[in-house]
């Protein structure tokens, strides 16, 4: 577009809406020498103000109106004539006209009034947010005669400054309903916000904020920890999840928390913000303790009880064979057949104590320094089950098994006892086949262990894992009832799951998750 600029007409507003670039524009129309000559000066000064998005008016010392560009009747919405030799205070809501005096007094001090936010009234008589700069202007002498004033509209940034406070305020006010502590962190991981949780919690002035503030209150041995934890998250921008002690000074003990924060990122990815929680876990903390002394103390008496009946139960044994091998002929039929189920009684007796070492020795949850192979695992797994294979003609497959870290004997127990149980509960009408496999998902390996044997009502699905639960009789099939209770065990030492899928008749699927 080309702007007219012979004749000395100042361009109309209609050739240059949408054109930001309409001094450069005016600029192209000029030879150099142009430049010069003042009247040519004038005329693209002229252009340039009236190209502005913002109004810019100049007025005399009295408030009186004596230009008005382009910009300004939009913003306004006054055409030049309607306004120029008219008060500046047709602009201004009669409780600001205060506003005007004081700045022509500044004025006539020289002064200039920068970025002053405030409200004016168009011509339909609605209210604008604008950001007003007035600069004198100055004769030849430097007397002031005038000002110039340029209004930007800041409607839109005012709208926006309201959302966001508004926004702000719902959050603090979900934030202060929350029974957590909720903070939030800057990208580098500088604290600027605690809700009203942790002021209450810690007694600090509700200003007082950054790292020094919840350093203070951390137990000694968790601080290295933490802070290490904390400035690995800022860098990766990983989650940062810890568990540490804060002092509570109204109990005068230390309390365990759980602390969380999550990164926020804008369109780019960029992290803006962290969200963090301090969630208490005391009770549940000290329960959990409760519960392991409670455990072990049970482990250890599982094992001395195992461990001591093991010697009562061998004399039984021996000398119930020495009676019946000795003495058997002397006994008549009643009797031997009571020798018969003293020598059951203690076979089974010995079976079940044999279970529970297996089931209180189950080593701790300290992860193993090598990775298990379960594809040996499970070859070695078949290895003592030949026996049992072999006399029911069992078909038993596997997927390619993974390396994982996990106890060697931890997965040799699950696969014998998963697949001793498939051999054992077999349907009488099929040749027993049993798939083992196992498939990546995220951080586990999730195991499966299929078979076509009788199955499992839903009811009983939980209750199998239990210690001592069995669906059948002794008659009918033999064993402890410990098996799958051991197989839990194990699993839940990873912080992972066991649980089965049957259909009675056709066949059961035991699944289990052990970390990858
Ligand atoms: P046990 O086999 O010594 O009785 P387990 O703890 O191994 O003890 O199993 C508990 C019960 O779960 C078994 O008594 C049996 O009723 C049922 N069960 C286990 N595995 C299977 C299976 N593959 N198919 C059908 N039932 C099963």
């Given at each position: 577009?080309?702007?007219?600029?012979?004749?000395?007409?100042?361009?109309?507003?209609?050739?240059?809406?949408?054109?930001?670039?309409?001094?450069?524009?005016?600029?192209?129309?000029?030879?150099?020498?142009?430049?010069?000559?003042?009247?040519?000066?004038?005329?693209?000064?002229?252009?340039?103000?009236?190209?502005?998005?913002?109004?810019?008016?100049?007025?005399?010392?009295?408030?009186?109106?004596?230009?008005?560009?382009?910009?300004?009747?939009?913003?306004?919405?006054?055409?030049?004539?309607?306004?120029?030799?008219?008060?500046?205070?047709?602009?201004?809501?009669?409780?600001?006209?205060?506003?005007?005096?004081?700045?022509?007094?500044?004025?006539?001090?020289?002064?200039?009034?920068?970025?002053?936010?405030?409200?004016?009234?168009?011509?339909?008589?609605?209210?604008?947010?604008?950001?007003?700069?007035?600069?004198?202007?100055?004769?030849?002498?430097?007397?002031?005669?005038?000002?110039?004033?340029?209004?930007?509209?800041?409607?839109?940034?005012?709208?926006?400054?309201?959302?966001?406070?508004?926004?702000?305020?719902?959050?603090?006010?979900?934030?202060?309903?929350?029974?957590?502590?909720?903070?939030?962190?800057?990208?580098?991981?500088?604290?600027?916000?605690?809700?009203?949780?942790?002021?209450?919690?810690?007694?600090?002035?509700?200003?007082?904020?950054?790292?020094?503030?919840?350093?203070?209150?951390?137990?000694?041995?968790?601080?290295?920890?933490?802070?290490?934890?904390?400035?690995?998250?800022?860098?990766?921008?990983?989650?940062?999840?810890?568990?540490?002690?804060?002092?509570?000074?109204?109990?005068?003990?230390?309390?365990?928390?759980?602390?969380?924060?999550?990164?926020?990122?804008?369109?780019?990815?960029?992290?803006?913000?962290?969200?963090?929680?301090?969630?208490?876990?005391?009770?549940?903390?000290?329960?959990?303790e409760e519960l392991r002394r409670a455990n072990d103390d049970l482990e250890q008496f599982g094992y001395s009880a195992s461990h001591d009946l093991q010697e009562p139960l061998r004399s039984i044994k021996i000398?119930?064979?020495?009676?019946?091998?000795?003495?058997?002929?002397?006994?008549?039929?009643?009797?031997?057949?009571?020798?018969?189920?003293?020598?059951?009684g203690a076979t089974r007796m010995e079976m079940l104590v044999r279970d529970l070492l297996t089931y209180t020795q189950i080593p701790g949850s300290e992860?193993?320094?090598?990775?298990?192979?379960?594809?040996?695992?499970?070859?070695?797994?078949?290895?003592?089950?030949?026996?049992?294979?072999?006399?029911?003609?069992?078909?038993?497959?596997?997927?390619?098994?993974?390396?994982?870290?996990?106890?060697?004997v931890?997965?040799?127990q699950?696969?014998?006892?998963?697949?001793?149980?498939?051999?054992?509960?077999?349907?009488?009408?099929?040749?027993?086949?049993?798939?083992?496999?196992?498939?990546?998902?995220?951080?586990?390996?999730?195991?499966?262990?299929?078979?076509?044997?009788?199955?499992?009502?839903?009811?009983?699905?939980?209750?199998?894992?239990g210690l001592f639960?069995?669906?059948?009789?002794?008659?009918?099939?033999?064993?402890t009832g410990i098996g799958?209770a051991i197989?839990q065990r194990i699993?839940?030492r990873?912080?992972?799951?066991?649980?089965?899928?049957?259909?009675?008749?056709?066949?059961?699927?035991?699944?289990?998750?052990?970390?990858?």
């Open positions: 577009m080309s702007i007219p600029l012979q004749g000395g007409t100042v361009p109309r507003e209609s050739e240059f809406l949408g054109e930001p670039s309409i001094a450069m524009d005016v600029l192209t129309e000029f030879d150099a020498t142009d430049w010069e000559r003042p009247e040519r000066a004038e005329l693209l000064l002229s252009a340039i103000v009236d190209s502005s998005d913002d109004a810019i008016v100049s007025k005399d010392l009295n408030g009186i109106i004596t230009s008005w560009n382009l910009g300004a009747e939009r913003l306004f919405g006054y055409e030049a004539r309607e306004v120029i030799g008219r008060p500046v205070t047709i602009l201004i809501p009669p409780e600001r006209w205060s506003e005007e005096t004081e700045i022509l007094s500044q004025l006539r001090r020289g002064n200039r009034v920068d970025h002053f936010e405030t409200i004016r009234r168009r011509k339909d008589g609605t209210l604008l947010d604008i950001s007003l700069t007035v600069s004198p202007i100055k004769d030849s002498t430097g007397h002031v005669i005038g000002a110039s004033k340029i209004a930007r509209n800041i409607t839109e940034r005012k709208r926006t400054e309201a959302a966001l406070i508004a926004s702000e305020t719902r959050f603090r006010q979900l934030a202060d309903s929350m029974p957590q502590i909720v903070w939030t962190a800057t990208p580098d991981g500088y604290v600027d916000y605690y809700n009203e949780r942790w002021f209450e919690f810690t007694g600090f002035p509700r200003d007082s904020f950054g790292d020094e503030r919840w350093v203070d209150l951390l137990h000694p041995q968790d601080l290295d920890a933490a802070r290490d934890q904390w400035s690995e998250s800022i860098h990766s921008g990983n989650p940062f999840n810890i568990e540490v002690r804060f002092w509570d000074r109204r109990a005068s003990r230390w309390r365990w928390f759980i602390s969380r924060a999550l990164p926020g990122r804008d369109s780019a990815g960029r992290i803006t913000k962290w969200f963090g929680s301090c969630t208490d876990i005391d009770d549940q903390k000290h329960a959990q000398y119930s064979q020495l009676l019946s091998e000795r003495y058997g002929s002397h006994l008549d039929g009643d009797a031997l057949q009571f020798l018969g189920f003293l020598q059951q992860r193993p320094t090598q990775p298990t192979d379960a594809q040996s695992a499970f070859d070695l797994t078949l290895e003592s089950l030949a026996g049992s294979i072999a006399e029911t003609g069992a078909v038993v497959t596997s997927s390619a098994l993974p390396m994982l870290p996990v106890h060697n931890h997965l040799h699950l696969f014998q006892n998963l697949i001793q149980n498939a051999i054992k509960y077999r349907s009488p009408d099929r040749v027993p086949a049993i798939a083992v496999e196992a498939v990546r998902e995220r951080e586990q390996w999730h195991f499966t262990v299929t078979d076509n044997g009788i199955g499992i009502h839903s009811m009983y699905k939980e209750k199998i894992f639960k069995r669906l059948h009789s002794e008659h009918d099939y033999s064993g799958l197989c699993v839940s990873y912080q992972c799951r066991i649980w089965v899928e049957s259909e009675p008749g056709k066949g059961s699927v035991f699944h289990f998750t052990l970390p990858a």
